[in-house]
């Protein structure tokens, strides 16, 4: 600092800097799609960052990305197709599994066994399927269905407690499709996903 | 302050409801763009640069050691964030004349130059043609209101060293705006 800047200089230095800052003192605001933009980036990133440990993370409820332009009729139409086959009854148990309708009765399980369901989905084009839902906290990545030995078509075995499951597809990690041959439960942002229920009887419907 | 606190909606983060970080956003997004669009004297650079800042903080949130002082531990990364930007940021198409004392912007004919702001044009050209640390210490202490002690705590510049870097800005300023001023 200089010796000669004594008080008399720092006054009319603060003075002559009301002046100019008064003008930059006025308010700014953020565009309005500041916070929609942020969040997107957020939701990209933050599943990854921060696992959810809530049964349904937000990015699932928020996020619009996986949104399903087909449904049932056209996955039907464009050839995908899913069969949910029930496992022998206990997990570890040797598996014995049939192909099911939409409404799947297996024989009766203790209400307290886990049970292993297979998941089968039918889609020649796709490059890659998650199966995404309430059991793996819908977290991408945590089961990826494997092709199976007929073309075009992917399975992936997964152990489920008794009780109400939803759950849903991710085609080529992008495209979310739920199962059109299972009953539909929709969000409050309109995102569909599939309902299964695991207990006495198994059964998508 | 209504709703959860900061520290609430960072736990609520850090526990994987990433939603929560919204409400940071909404909290502090126009508490932090002054200082940037003032900074950059750009809308655009300071979004971007405020975006930028947002997502180091959320992608450091466990490093923010005193959630409850979120506000002040973000600030410091939106002014580092300002840094990098306007060390990267074209240099704005500004130039003096010194025989009128007039600030000018060098536009090309017909075209809206970027980072037009409300407040009195020349005192923001004049302000960007400041180095970009005594504009950094001009605002944090004159439009931002900070102490001394407050702008080093967020900057790691000593008190003695930022006092100069003000004293600096204002002959800067003063010498620009002379003839708007009078000063």
Same mark, same amino acid.
């Given at each position: ?12 230095? +603060? ?95 203790? +209400? ?15 490059? &890659? ?77 | ?18 939603? &929560? ?30 975006? &930028? ?43 003096? #004349?010194?025989? #009128? ?67 600096? +800005? ?14």
């Amino acid at each position: 600092m200089p010796e000669n800047y004594d008080e008399k200089a720092m006054d009319k230095d +603060a003075q002559f800097a009301e002046r100019v800052a008064g003008p930059l003192r006025a308010a700014e605001h953020v565009h309005p799609s500041f916070e929609k933009r942020v969040m997107e980036k957020v939701y990209a990133e933050g599943p990854l960052l921060y696992p959810a440990t809530v049964s349904r993370p937000s990015w699932w409820r928020r996020e619009r990305v996986f949104r399903i332009s087909p449904l049932a009729g056209l996955a039907l139409a464009a050839g995908i197709g899913t069969i949910i086959v029930l496992s022998g009854v206990a997990l570890g148990s040797r598996l014995s599994t049939r192909p099911t309708a939409a409404a799947q009765t297996a024989s009766a399980p203790r +209400a307290d066994t886990v049970q292993l369901v297979r998941f089968v989905f039918v889609e020649p084009s796709a490059a &890659s399927v998650e199966l995404v839902g309430d059991f793996n906290e819908w977290t991408r990545g945590t089961t990826r269905l494997q092709r199976s030995g007929a073309p075009g078509v992917w399975v992936a075995s997964v152990p489920l407690s008794p009780g109400r499951h939803e759950y849903a597809f991710i085609i080529n990690g992008s495209r979310w499709v739920a199962d059109p041959l299972a009953v539909k439960s929709t969000d409050d942002f309109g995102t569909e996903s599939s309902v299964i229920r695991v207990g006495a009887a198994v059964s998508t419907t | 302050m209504t709703g959860p606190s900061d520290s609430e909606l960072i736990a609520a983060v850090l526990a994987g409801d990433i939603d &929560s970080f919204s409400g940071l956003v909404r909290r502090y997004q126009d508490t932090c763009v002054r200082f940037a669009v003032r900074m950059l004297g750009s809308r655009v650079d300071a979004d971007d640069a405020l975006q &930028s800042a947002f997502m180091r903080a959320f992608r450091n949130l466990r490093n923010c050691r005193e959630p409850e002082r979120f506000g002040g531990w973000l600030y410091q990364i939106v002014i580092n964030e300002c840094k990098t930007y306007a060390t990267r940021q074209r240099r704005r198409e500004l130039r003096f #004349t010194p025989a #009128t004392n007039v600030i000018e912007r060098a536009v090309a004919p017909g075209s809206e130059p970027e980072g037009d702001t409300d407040v009195g044009g020349h005192i923001e050209y004049a302000l960007g043609m400041l180095p970009a640390e005594q504009r950094e210490a001009f605002l944090l202490k004159h439009v931002e209101e900070l102490t001394y002690d407050e702008m080093s705590a967020m900057t790691g510049v000593s008190v003695p060293a930022l006092k100069m870097r003000v004293k600096r +800005a204002c002959d800067g300023l003063r010498d620009l705006l002379e003839g708007v001023y009078h000063a």
